[in-house]
């Protein structure tokens, strides 16, 4: 048998934007596709027409005793168990059994995390294919409506980050044909945990780390990093930016004469590593990971040409709270290590010690923002929640906290508007789904 069916419901919210491009099968006139195996007639549906009462209603019409949804659902934390959810009410609400098939893989963004499974017509789950992976789900499914087979777990938040993430950068790299990838190391959290997510995703042999310390930079960061890099075995090297600087802030100095040493000074430095780290891109034909959490991003620390310069931002949708849980998450796994042992791959040291951009004396994050723990809450509410500023003071938090960070939200979209792509692991990320004017001449 061949037929053709026609998706009928068009999201429109978040990343889709399938209304702008396609027509629903409603309006084609196309009606619902019915099929049979073993004796089984099996409705046909796409994605989003799950969601709606009408498209499964119109299949069991049509004699399906069975509904089978195809699916490129994109990935955000705990998705899976929304999901389930949803597909159950549609299983109870129409009578029948069904079975999800969902795609796995990354494109640009957004990561499809698998996990098919079947319910039956009580929406109880009877089988489900593992996460992140592809896999062929065999299902049986009984006269009676029941449903039976494999039933993978389900992983925890910090795991269905990781695989995420991890899976996110491999199809980036590999789809687009990159060799390699190029990472700036610091010794700090961030560059750490893109570290040990691109070495799971790619292997240590088509990952290199390099180095670059400042006139700032502590011991304990080359050190700590140093130490990193042989622990995962990956190509390591350093490169000190001193000579650069000093060469800018002689070319400028004329230009800048009378006036005190400032962000400018420390923006030198950050576009410096990130023209080293580009050169080598060019150089080499591998991707320049950039190393930039989403709580920098919201914020504009992060500087533009500098730090963000790259091809693919890995973290750029994971708060710093949640870097910190992924790189203990990652450390209590048991990973192999270069020289064969068993152990955590991040140096204590880089997750216990205060976080700091060192371009200038002394400096910490916290020396200007919020503490993280405040910072992400307010993020969260704000941009993923749609809360308003009232509503988040009402909350318990600070009106001063409040107002800037949401300032520092507004101020900062030209920035986001100049990074490179980054992997979505929330329901928002600063992408296809975040679209705020820079522009706004009401703001102050």
Not at 7 to 23: C, G, H, T
Not at 123 to 145: I, K, M, Q, W, Y
Request: aromatic share 8%.
């Amino acid at each position: 048998m061949q037929a053709t069916y026609c998706k009928r419901e068009l999201p429109n919210y978040q990343v889709f934007d399938e209304r702008r491009y396609f027509a629903s099968g409603r309006d084609a006139g196309c009606g619902p596709v019915v099929f049979e195996v073993d004796g089984l007639r099996c409705g046909l549906l796409i994605c989003e027409d799950a969601w709606f009462d009408e498209p499964a209603e119109a299949a069991k019409a049509a004699g399906a005793q069975l509904l089978c949804v195809l699916n490129a659902s994109p990935f955000h934390l705990d998705k899976h168990g929304e999901r389930e959810a949803r597909m159950a009410q549609r299983a109870r609400a129409v009578g029948l059994p069904l079975l999800y098939a969902h795609m796995v893989g990354g494109q640009d963004e957004v990561v499809f995390d698998g996990a098919s499974f079947a319910l039956d017509a009580q929406g109880l789950v009877g089988a489900r294919a593992p996460s992140f992976e592809p896999a062929t789900l065999v299902v049986s499914v009984n006269a009676d409506g029941r449903v039976s087979g494999p039933l993978a777990p389900l992983p925890p938040l910090e795991g269905q980050a990781w695989q995420a993430l991890v899976m996110g950068v491999r199809d980036y790299i590999g789809k687009n044909g990159f060799p390699g990838a190029i990472i700036g190391l610091s010794g700090g959290i961030d560059s750490a945990l893109v570290l040990a997510i691109a070495v799971d995703a790619l292997g240590a042999d088509k990952v290199r780390a390099v180095m670059m310390p400042s006139p700032y930079t502590a011991d304990i960061s080359w050190l700590d990093a140093r130490d990193m890099a042989e622990r995962l075995g990956v190509r390591y090297d350093e490169i000190a930016i001193s000579p650069v600087f000093e060469g800018f802030k002689q070319a400028l100095a004329a230009q800048f004469a009378g006036l005190p040493e400032d962000t400018t000074e420390e923006n030198i430095q950050a576009r410096i590593r990130g023209t080293l780290l580009m050169a080598l891109s060019n150089k080499i034909g591998s991707i320049v990971l950039t190393t930039g959490n989403k709580s920098e991003m919201a914020t504009g620390y992060c500087t533009l040409y500098g730090d963000m310069a790259g091809g693919f931002a890995v973290i750029k949708d994971v708060a710093k709270t949640l870097v910190y849980r992924l790189a203990e998450w990652k450390n209590r796994q048991p990973t192999r290590r270069a020289d064969g042992s068993i152990g955590p791959v991040i140096p204590e040291r880089i997750i216990t010690r205060p976080p700091s951009a060192e371009l200038r004396p002394d400096q910490t994050d916290q020396d200007s923002l919020p503490p993280y723990e405040v910072l992400d809450a307010i993020l969260a509410r704000y941009m993923e929640e749609d809360q308003g500023i009232e509503e988040i003071v009402a909350a318990g938090f600070a009106r001063e906290d409040v107002e800037k960070v949401t300032r520092l939200i507004k101020i900062n979209e030209y920035k986001r508007r100049q990074s490179p792509v980054g992997i979505r692991i929330t329901h928002r990320a600063f992408g296809r789904d975040w679209r705020y004017p820079i522009t706004s001449k009401f703001r102050a």
